[in-house]
């Protein structure tokens, strides 16, 4: 095997792209059970490239005593948990070539890729280095550069921080998940798991700080003062200068301007200029692909992942918004105008080709672009074609010119009293041609002289009430968490997903459950350390210090482990207080869960029913015992939710039906129901 070179990917479809690269199209694809490799030669060498299915090794602990703190851990065949059994096969594919010696690690150049290949370089080819490619998308000119400059070693600034992050994850996690399960297993004759981590517990203890600004609310009453008026048919809304706290002075403003004309006091125009966009990285991609195509932090990184797969976009885990030059603007534009949304993409651009970048940097990936390998958009799913065309729309138009705006504020005099209107209009689109997703508020506004008079048509007074700040939404806890330095561009979506999983947060505009309020309820008062925004920033801070060559891993290990040693010192100590706080939350959220809605007959509470006699499931009153004979039937298969929504038709309470391989369903408990006929 001396003779041959292996190439370790990090997925199939990746070694495919790869393969087909080097190998100007002549490749064999060799099968072992229900896992393949690749075969092909360059340069009169027979290469191999052969594909992981993501991380084939994890960490675990020796120790078969379940208690905390456990430090002892070590990294095993990800297949030997439950889990994971389908990685196996992609294992023992690459034990095939265990003995070759000449091995090129080709995994995403980040520290999960790094600590992907590392691993499979030490554990199964029993080799302290491999060769390294780095490259940023998966087109056959990026990959054929990135073979021929093919680095000496493994980065291993990169592999070490990312088994650092792995290390302090697993101790964090199986520590403070047992310890909480435990504290609550001490209270109660059951067992529930419940858990936290490094950084799940810290962000969401950001998610509960907002639950309790909104919960202490107290609303405060104020005014406004609207008058509309016109200007020929020209109707013009304009506001008094200020809100207004006193009702009577309110009053006694809006009285004294009842019946009055509106005079022209003052006329400023402007020209205001709207800078480009910058290039999207991971967190602002998924902000912009929540807010405008509605899909989860989750959702646009796998959608996204497949668009990199296919070689349609650069790898989209970075932190970068710089785009460089020797990535080929007019080449790129070329390809994207065969595209007919974007046929006059080059013509409308000025030359020479400039993006506008922001401030954030990467040294493994630049901005995500598109490459110059355009998709055909028939074959791409809805969700890829939406996202791809986000970033195509992204990608141009930080190349565009700056929009223009008129702003027009006039002051009007009525009766003494300074009323306020502004107009805007769009002089000039620019950037805004290729980012139609960026609405422009347009708000028409007459020509108008100084001490000119308007009737007055309409004034009014309107009182309002202060609103609380506003819930989280999945965009804006991610920028949040980026702010804080929880996690990375690549976990954070992650992390937030399993926080949903947990039954610690629901819903689109985030909202705590009472068993996540109660989860940082406990550790904020016997142990905060664990949720601390800082402690957690500070150990992102020291895993770039090792990525640098600053600090080593077993200097931050040890660290870790001092403080998890103190931290569950005192939780010892409290062990039972915070049991019983979980146990009482607990209780209340599985109670939550069972709960439908409002019986139709007697206003009580309808809940999921699991009988002890038939062993089926289904929908009755609480009330039973004392007489309601609701009751719903459910399906015996597939999973059952509750939900906030009643049914259109009779207003029946509505629960989510959900089936293994098919999109969740809104179903109506009211068995005579119009929609149980559609």
Not at 465 to 473: C, E, I, V
Not at 558 to 564: F, G, M, R, S, T
């Amino acid at each position: 095997m001396k003779d041959q070179i292996v190439l370790l990917a990090e997925k199939p479809q990746a070694a495919m792209k790869i393969s087909l690269a080097l190998s100007e199209g002549n490749v064999k694809r060799k099968y072992n059970n229900n896992t393949y490799w690749f075969e092909f030669e360059r340069n009169g060498l027979k290469h191999i490239c052969v594909p992981a299915v993501g991380h084939l090794f994890v960490l675990d602990t020796p120790s078969k005593k379940w208690d905390y703190p456990i430090f002892e851990m070590k990294w095993i065949p990800a297949f030997k948990k439950k889990h994971a059994k389908f990685t196996e096969s992609y294992y023992k594919n690459i034990e095939l070539f265990k003995e070759c010696p000449n091995v090129i690690v080709c995994c995403d150049y980040d520290t999960e890729g790094e600590v992907i290949g590392y691993n499979i370089v030490r554990f199964i080819f029993g080799l302290n280095n491999a060769k390294r490619m780095k490259f940023s998308t998966l087109t056959k000119q990026d990959i054929i550069e990135s073979y021929e400059n093919v680095m000496k070693e493994i980065d291993f600034g990169q592999a070490n921080a990312g088994l650092a992050r792995h290390y302090l994850d697993f101790m964090w996690g199986i520590n403070t998940t047992r310890a909480l399960s435990m504290s609550m297993k001490k209270v109660s004759k059951g067992f529930k798991v419940i858990s936290t981590g490094r950084v799940q517990g810290p962000m969401l203890a950001i998610l509960v700080r907002r639950e309790k600004e909104i919960a202490s609310f107290k609303p405060e009453p104020y005014w406004e003062i609207k008058l509309t008026a016109l200007k020929n048919k020209n109707e013009i809304n304009a506001e008094y200068e200020k809100t207004i706290w006193n009702g009577n002075d309110a009053r006694e403003i809006y009285e004294k301007c009842k019946g009055k004309e509106a005079i022209v006091a003052d006329v400023k125009k402007k020209v205001q200029k709207i800078l480009p966009p910058v290039p999207f990285d991971t967190t602002t991609l998924q902000t912009e692909s929540y807010r405008f195509l509605g899909m989860s932090p989750m959702q646009t990184l796998s959608v996204a992942e497949s668009l990199y797969t296919q070689g349609y976009i650069s790898y989209p885990r970075t932190s970068s918004q710089k785009l460089p030059e020797k990535i080929g603007y007019k080449q790129i534009i070329n390809a994207i105008s065969k595209i007919p949304k974007f046929k006059n993409a080059l013509s409308l651009l000025q030359t020479p080709l400039k993006p506008r970048e922001g401030e954030k940097t990467d040294p493994s990936h630049p901005a995500i672009y598109p490459t110059a390998q355009i998709p055909d958009l028939g074959k791409l799913s809805v969700q890829e074609k939406r996202l791809y065309e986000l970033i195509v729309s992204r990608f141009l138009a930080v190349f565009g010119e700056s929009a223009e705006r008129q702003v027009v504020k006039v002051d009007f005099d009525v009766n003494g009293y300074k009323f306020i209107a502004n107009g805007y209009k769009t002089m000039k689109l620019g950037w805004i041609i290729f980012y139609p997703y960026s609405q422009l508020k347009e708000i028409e506004m007459p020509e108008l002289i100084i001490g000119e008079k308007l009737k007055v048509k309409k004034l009014s007074l309107v009182e309002k009430q202060t609103k609380p700040p506003d819930r989280y939404t999945q965009a804006s806890i991610l920028k949040e968490a980026e702010k804080h330095n929880l996690g990375t561009k690549a976990t954070r979506a992650q992390i937030l997903h399993t926080l949903y999983e947990r039954g610690y947060i629901v819903g689109s505009s985030i909202k705590v459950t009472e068993l996540g309020m109660a989860v940082v309820d406990a550790l904020e008062k016997y142990c905060p350390e664990i949720i601390d925004v800082n402690l957690t920033a500070k150990f992102e801070q020291e895993m770039e210090s090792i990525r640098e060559g600053g600090k080593s891993v077993d200097e931050v290990v040890d660290e870790a482990k001092e403080y998890l040693d103190k931290i569950f010192d005192e939780f010892k100590k409290n062990e039972e207080s915070i049991g019983k706080v979980l146990l009482d939350a607990n209780k209340n959220f599985e109670e939550e869960k069972r709960t439908v809605g409002e019986c139709p007959l007697c206003k009580n509470k309808l809940k999921i029913i699991f009988s002890r006699k038939t062993g089926k499931r289904f929908i009755g009153c609480s009330n039973y015992s004392k007489g309601c004979t609701f009751s719903a039937p459910l399906p015996q298969k597939g999973d059952v939710y509750v939900s906030d929504k009643t049914c259109k038709e009779c207003s029946y309470p509505m629960v989510v039906l959900k089936f293994k391989g098919r999109k969740p369903v809104y179903s109506c408990i009211n068995m005579q129901c119009k929609t149980k006929s559609t």
